[in-house]
């Protein structure tokens, strides 16, 4: 394949940040009494798990055992959020269009793999992805820049180079990222929390 689609997932095929601090209010409201709130929220929104973790125990006063906090997390999102969350309108459309052009779709995602295979199986999406070109990033050993310069590595099959890739991202940094690593064109995704990202992009889509 010369090309392809790749989608970030949180923000970009779906506004989950809302559902995703609805969970944490809820766990570190009955394990720490911590009343978390939207303002911060935003400020840890595209961090690691530990980095925030730390972010929430400077800003709340608490100490947060991440490994278990992060295993109820992750066994809540696998059990809720296929359900409660749903795609923007216009992704299908997006990767309709993409079958019948022949260029394969790929998710590159900070979000857990398991979590997000669900919620496309759900969805009605998994058909559009081959399961290999569904890839987190949320482990840490490797980075989405690392995927952009090496995309022959990550992505099956892929024979081209960054130009012919289209990225679907909602994250200025990324943008950012990707830009250097000479992907062709970005479609942004604009939302509440990343007001001024048409300036970074080719085009765009509306996230709200």
Known sequence: MNGAYIFDFDGTIA?????HLALYQRILGRRYGAALDWPHWLHYIGRTDPDFHRMMERDYGIVIDSESVMEEYFTALLAEEPAAVQPYPWVKEELQACREQGIPACILSSGNRDVICACLKAWGLDAYFAGAN??????????KPDVFADLARYLKG???TP???VLFEDSIHTIEKARACGIGK???????YNRGIERYCDNMRNGE
């Not at 970005?186 to 509440?192: A, D, L, P, T, Y």
Request: hydrophobic content about 45%; charged content about 20%; proline content about 0%.
């Open 186 to 192: 970005v479609v942004g995704v604009s939302h509440e």
């Open 163 to 165: 130009g012919d890739v």
């Open 158 to 160: 892929f024979e081209g």
């Open 134 to 143: 569904v890839i987190s990033v949320s482990a840490g050993v490797f980075t």
């Open 15 to 19: 506004d989950t940040e809302g559902f």
